[in-house]
């Protein structure tokens, strides 16, 4: 099995800066995509950042130039730097991993989320 761990959610206050972390663990041979989403109440959840295990990223066009993704490989985890964070960039966010295990060749793992409130 594969487990997918958030940490780093907090409150702070508008303007400032959370570093997001999630580590995967279990029975993993390549994790090709690490993404974050997130997730406000009463909203659907949404893609913010992905990162390739090649490095190619993508960022939603909310976040581009305040949040950067990064990983690595080697450790299988991802970080989420947010920057200048707004009001509404309170949510619940999520790291996603599509990787290939030793079951399957592309499976799709969530963490349990990590809640980031940003107080005007």
């Known amino acids: 099995q594969v487990q997918l761990v958030e940490s780093g959610g907090g409150l702070v206050q508008s303007g400032g800066s959370l570093t997001l972390s999630c580590v995967a663990s279990?029975?993993?041979?390549?994790?090709?995509?690490m993404s974050w989403h997130r997730q406000a109440p009463g909203q659907q959840r949404e893609v913010i950042a992905t990162m390739t295990n090649g490095g190619s990223t993508h960022y939603r066009d909310s976040v581009k130039g305040r949040f950067i993704i990064s990983r690595d490989n080697a450790q299988n985890t991802a970080w989420l730097q947010m920057n200048e964070l707004r009001p509404n960039d309170a949510a619940v966010y999520y790291c996603?991993?599509?990787?290939?295990?030793?079951?399957?060749?592309?499976?799709?793992?969530w963490g349990q989320g990590t809640k980031v409130t940003v107080s005007s």
């Open positions: 279990g029975n993993i041979r390549s994790i090709y995509v």
């Open positions: 996603n991993a599509k990787m290939g295990t030793r079951q399957a060749l592309w499976e799709d793992y």
